[in-house]
């Protein structure tokens, strides 16, 4: 993993920054935990309540620590399972970290046992949010990933999605008024 090191002039408190993220949306608070649901819905496309969170990562003992990359495991309503990802500069093997960090997500379902069966298993969101460069190099700032058959477009319908939503091609938008 590479290592991020801030300069005198970077703000800190960016929520582009992993550690800001998390404290902005991990807060055991109403106010952080409606931000974290309405953050997973625009995202989803689908309304989620988050009901809990996973802390799965140490809190960092300084700022300018940034060996560690935080994200925010958590469970919706319904039980479908998030793992949200801020990625301030991603390594040349990020989306397939993603696919991994999907599959374990998804596959990490507890449905052992003559009572369950595999239409048990929830739906899993692996969101990756890339606050510079893209992983995509078109002008979309939402992808959603699933498995399909790509040579007629048809697609399985899965229940594990990895969805990246690029930052950098948001700076034409910003600034703008909202609806036009």
Same mark, same amino acid.
């Given at each position: 993993?590479?290592?991020v090191y801030l300069d005198d002039a970077d703000d800190p408190v960016d929520i582009c920054y992993d550690n800001v993220f998390k404290a902005v949306f991990t807060r055991n608070t109403p106010e952080s935990r409606t931000a974290l649901s309405r953050l997973v819905s625009a995202i989803t496309g689908r309304p989620l309540a988050?009901?809990?969170i996973t802390a799965n990562e140490p809190p960092v003992d300084s700022l300018r620590d940034r060996q560690i990359r935080f994200d925010i495991?958590?469970? &919706?309503g319904d039980g479908e399972l998030v793992n949200i990802e801020m990625s301030l500069n991603p390594d040349a093997f990020e989306l397939v970290r993603l696919e991994f960090l999907a599959g374990k997500l998804f596959t990490g379902q507890d449905i052992r046992g003559g009572e369950k069966t595999y239409d048990d298993l929830? &739906? &899993?969101?692996?969101?990756?949010?890339?606050?510079k460069g893209r992983f995509v190099e078109d002008g979309c700032l939402l992808?959603?990933?699933e498995y399909y058959d790509p040579e007629r477009g048809v697609s399985l319908g899965g229940r594990s999605r990895i969805m990246t939503v690029e930052l950098a091609k948001a700076e034409s938008s910003v600034g703008k008024p909202a609806g036009r």
């Open positions: 993993m590479n290592a988050v009901l809990s495991s958590c469970k &919706a929830k &739906a &899993a969101y692996q969101i990756a949010i890339l606050a992808h959603s990933f």
